[in-house]
């Protein structure tokens, strides 16, 4: 890989959906797992959904599980974050990550070789 790029983020209200997209460039990009990150301001970074390079593991923080869905396509260098019942708390920028590992090893352990810009979600009524 040469460089992921994030994309989607924006203004929701609470209990509303959103969709984050991240594009990464150069080749191989079925051999990396790939990840969302996100950091509010005044808290720790947090690994929050993370999926391997075939698409066969996932992980998800507490945080986030049942609300949010990550997913893959290996044919257009896209992984994507589907985010519904968004609170408050959820308001934070979001990075997308990639690196040679294992979902755990990224999500959890915080792996990371490529790291994206960046796209700020906020929910707010």
């Known amino acids: 890989l040469q460089s992921v790029m994030e994309s989607g983020g924006g203004v929701v209200q609470p209990g509303g959906s959103l969709r984050l997209s991240c594009e990464a460039s150069?080749?191989?990009?079925?051999?990396?797992?790939m990840g969302w990150f996100r950091q509010a301001p005044g808290k720790e970074r947090e690994g929050i959904s993370c999926i391997s390079g075939g698409g066969e593991n996932t992980y998800y923080a507490d945080s986030v599980k049942g609300r949010f869905t990550i997913s893959r396509d290996n044919a257009k260098n896209m992984v994507y974050l589907e985010m519904t019942a968004l609170s408050p708390d959820d308001t934070a920028e979001y990075h997308c990550?990639?690196?040679?590992?294992?979902?755990?090893?990224?999500?959890?352990?915080?792996?990371?070789?490529?790291w994206g810009q960046g796209t700020q979600v906020t929910v707010s009524s």
């Open positions: 990550a990639a690196e040679r590992t294992s979902v755990r090893g990224m999500c959890v352990i915080g792996g990371i070789g490529y």
């Open positions: 150069g080749v191989d990009f079925d051999a990396y797992t």
